[in-house]
């Protein structure tokens, strides 16, 4: 994945508004993705997937969002809350492979 | 708590010294994987098991990192003669093979700090 050090790109939004959080891909043989969301000193957690073979996939408050053609994965979020307040991490795994590769993280953050 | 649980969450050693972090994954999950995740930066896959079987090892795994998974259940991660570098959280994660999609559920993580 893209190295940005200690320095995350943050998303600040106010509490209530949609959220999109972007992520960009590289191989056009991953088949299949996850957006995660991880909370200081915890561990990654699923929020939503899609497979290669969709464009879109609602689950409650979010919609991710795939365009294979640009290589480019989003995530939306719906009347975003303080609760939301994270770091948002795309990965994608690989045709063949098991490992899932994390992309660069964003921080989201919901101002009240 | 069903959920996958990791200990210690909370490693302080010496430089030189060895530890041992455990896993213990969903019950019936047979695939298990350890990440290492450094501070501002995604998970790195370093490994993974599937049942009692190690298939798959990152170039990240060095000499140093041994992982096993002896009975296809918990797992542990112990590293040798430690150095400053390793400094991070190490996650495990584990999924099971009747799952559809191959979501992996992750641990809270045990933070090493080398010093």
């Known amino acids: 994945g893209e190295s940005v050090g200690l320095h995350l790109p943050t998303l600040s939004v106010q509490e209530g508004d949609n959220s999109i959080i972007n992520c960009a891909y590289s191989?056009?043989?991953?088949?299949?993705f996850i957006w995660y969301k991880q909370e200081s000193g915890k561990g990654p957690q699923f929020i939503i997937d899609?497979?290669?073979?969709?464009d879109k996939r609602q689950g409650q408050r979010v919609t991710v969002l795939l365009n294979k053609t640009v290589k480019h994965l989003s995530l939306q979020i719906a009347a975003t809350q303080p609760g939301d307040s994270a770091v948002y991490f795309c990965?994608?795994?690989?045709?063949?492979?098991?490992?899932?590769?994390f992309g660069s993280g964003t921080r989201l953050q919901v101002q009240p | 708590d069903t959920g996958v649980s990791q200990n210690p969450r909370h490693k302080i050693t010496k430089r030189g010294q060895n530890v041992t972090f455990r896993c213990d994954p969903i019950?019936?999950?047979?695939?298990l994987y350890w990440y290492r995740q450094t501070l501002g930066q995604g998970p790195e896959f370093l490994t993974y098991?599937?049942?009692?079987?190690?298939?798959?090892k990152s170039r990240l795994l060095s000499d140093r990192f041994s992982a096993e998974r002896p009975k296809g259940s918990f797992s542990t991660l112990e590293i040798q003669r430690t150095e400053q570098g390793d400094s991070a959280m190490y996650l495990c994660?584990?999924?099971?093979?009747?799952?559809?999609?191959?979501?992996?559920?992750f641990g809270q993580g045990t933070r090493l700090t080398v010093v």
């Open positions: 098991f599937q049942n009692e079987a190690q298939l798959e």
């Open positions: 899609i497979r290669s073979n969709m």
């Open positions: 994660a584990s999924s099971t093979r009747d799952r559809v999609s191959t979501e992996a559920f």
């Open positions: 019950s019936e999950h047979n695939r």
């Open positions: 191989n056009s043989a991953s088949d299949y």
């Open positions: 990965a994608e795994n690989i045709t063949g492979r098991r490992a899932l590769t």
